[in-house]
């Protein structure tokens, strides 16, 4: 089976500095992989999502994540954090096999202070 | 085009009782999925309709049901109610196999 651990439940950043969000995943075929984020009351939404195109994915709002086979891993990175971006991020990851339901992980809370 | 409309937002039930959960998908999706997340097991897949028919099916109790109508609307059915299913349940469509999904904002369920 699956999984995906994300390192860190809790992430800290000022206002400007670098966001990095940590994904490992277990799988023996790179899969389809994705970034997802949840901002308060609300459902998640996609951030970017890798298909083997390009290891270096980019996403919406500045992120981006960089797909490493030989790590099984899958960071999500932003240069500089805004106040907006504070919400909850998970990592997903599809396949292979044939079943296109994600596994998750259980995700990271950024917190971003002024 | 309208996003993925779950209804109700809110609902709060007692020990015992039954619920019913709705979900309107993205027009031309045919798969809907349906997650339930809580703080301390995340996001857990429910099961997932395409067509009418349960294509896959996640790890949950029989109390927990759905079904998919023709126009592609979901419903998710929890009997007996237990305290434990306290959480926010959230559905998702998608346009094809390996595509992402569109989350809708959820029903927050509790059950007292």
């Known amino acids: 089976a699956q999984s995906v651990t994300q390192l860190g439940s809790h992430v800290s950043v000022s206002e400007g500095a670098l966001v990095l969000l940590r994904c490992n995943y277990s799988?023996?075929?790179?899969?389809?992989l994705f970034w997802y984020v949840q901002y308060p009351n609300q459902g998640l939404q996609l951030l970017l999502k890798?298909?083997?195109?390009?290891?270096l994915v980019k996403g919406i709002n500045g992120f981006e994540a960089e797909f490493k086979k030989s790590e099984t891993s899958f960071h999500l990175t932003k240069p500089s954090a805004h106040m907006s971006d504070a919400a909850e991020y998970f990592c997903?990851?599809?396949?292979?096999?044939?079943?296109?339901?994600?596994?998750f992980g259980r995700g990271t809370s950024l917190i971003v202070h002024p | 085009k309208a996003g993925v409309t779950q209804t109700p937002r809110y609902l709060i039930k007692t020990r015992g009782q039954q619920v019913t959960l709705s979900c309107s998908p993205i027009s031309g999706h045919r798969s809907v999925s349906w997650y339930q997340q809580t703080p301390g097991q995340g996001l857990q897949f429910l099961f997932e309709y395409f067509s009418e028919t349960q294509r896959n099916k996640g790890n949950f109790p029989g109390r927990f049901s759905g079904r998919q109508f023709s126009n592609s609307r979901s419903e998710m059915n929890v009997s007996t109610l237990e305290l434990g299913d306290s959480a926010l349940y959230l559905c998702a469509s998608s346009p094809g196999d390996g595509e992402k999904l569109f989350f809708g904002s959820g029903t927050q369920l509790s059950v007292l």
């Open positions: 890798y298909t083997s195109a390009a290891t």
């Open positions: 997903a990851v599809m396949g292979p096999g044939g079943s296109y339901i994600p596994t």
């Open positions: 799988s023996s075929v790179p899969p389809y």
